[in-house]
């Protein structure tokens, strides 16, 4: 069988494109860890805020340098809307949603979860640069969809501020 030269350049270039899709993929979930996340867990959506680890929103230090943020989702805010987590530390972001399904899209990492009625998400995180991360709601959730936003804040390593602590105390009380 004869095939036409143009017809296996043509060939050349498809085997072409689908070994450098499937290269992409591979380094998308091998090298940068970009993966679907999987449901972590079921909720009663009406008893979120009775409900273990969601009845105290926020950070805490579970193990060394592994810290856990848990987060509640409502029309339209996050709760906490701010959290504070050090640099270079392992954190285990745990979310839900009381009503509707929101979005929790940490902008400039590959943090992107779906926070779905009943279900719980969970994704793990490890900020290697110190500042602040705006955090945006990216499923419609009605009108105020376009405010529902939140902050992480990444903290520089404590022996950093171990320094400044005594200084910030004063300014910061009241
Ligand atoms: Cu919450 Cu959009």
């Not at 979120?48 to 193990?63: D, L, S």
């Not at 270079?88 to 979005?103: P, Q, S």
């Amino acid at each position: 069988m004869k095939v036409h030269t143009y017809e296996k350049a043509f060939l050349a270039v498809g085997l072409a494109v689908l070994l450098v899709c499937g290269a992409a993929l591979v380094y998308a979930t091998a090298v940068q860890g970009i993966h679907l996340p999987g449901v972590a867990g079921r909720i009663d959506p009406r008893r979120v805020y009775q409900t273990p680890p969601f009845n105290k929103p926020g950070v805490r230090e579970v193990g060394p340098g592994h810290y856990q943020a848990v987060i509640v989702s409502q029309t339209w805010a996050f709760v906490p809307p701010v959290i504070r987590v050090p640099v270079n530390a392992k954190i285990t972001f745990i979310a839900t949603t009381v009503d509707v399904i929101h979005g929790f899209n940490v902008e400039g990492t590959r943090l992107n979860m779906m926070l779905v009625p009943g279900q719980v998400s969970r994704n793990s995180y490890r900020f290697s640069a110190p500042g602040e991360y705006l955090v945006i709601c990216h499923e419609y959730c009605g009108l105020g969809h376009h405010t529902m936003a939140g902050k992480v804040v990444v903290e520089g390593a404590a022996a950093d501020r171990a320094g400044g602590d005594e200084a910030d105390d004063d300014g910061e009380d009241h």
